[in-house]
């Protein structure tokens, strides 16, 4: 099994930076892809960025020019570094990794889910 753990949130002003960190363990074989998304109160969770395991990135439009995905595979991380922070980011971020594990059959290929990050931008 895979375990995502996120941390950095926060609360920030409007303008601010926070700088989210994702970090992956268990029986891991390789990660595959890795994402950050985010769910604000009523609404559904959405994607912010992803990035492949050789460094594709793709943004949201909301935060294109905003926002910065990375990883570092040989630490099993991620980050999401958020510049000009808006009232409108405020949501819990959730990391997401694709990724091929040990199972009692071998191997197994899953999609993984961290248990979330507050960050809170107002003023």
């Known amino acids: 099994q895979v375990q995502l753990v996120e941390s950095g949130g926060g609360l920030v002003q409007p303008g601010g930076s926070l700088r989210l960190s994702c970090a992956a363990s268990?029986?891991?074989?390789?990660?595959?892809?890795m994402g950050w998304y985010r769910q604000a109160p009523g609404k559904q969770r959405e994607l912010v960025a992803t990035?492949?395991?050789?460094?594709?990135?793709n943004y949201a439009d909301s935060v294109q020019g905003r926002f910065t995905i990375s990883r570092d595979n040989a630490k099993l991380t991620a980050h999401l570094q958020m510049y000009s922070l808006k009232p409108e980011d405020t949501a819990v971020y959730y990391c997401?990794?694709?990724?091929?594990?040990?199972?009692?059959?071998?191997?197994?290929?899953?999609?993984?889910w961290g248990q979330g990050t507050q960050v809170t931008v107002s003023s």
């Open positions: 268990g029986s891991i074989f390789s990660l595959y892809a």
């Open positions: 990035i492949t395991n050789s460094g594709n990135t």
């Open positions: 997401n990794a694709d990724a091929l594990s040990a199972s009692g059959l071998g191997a197994q290929r899953g999609n993984y």
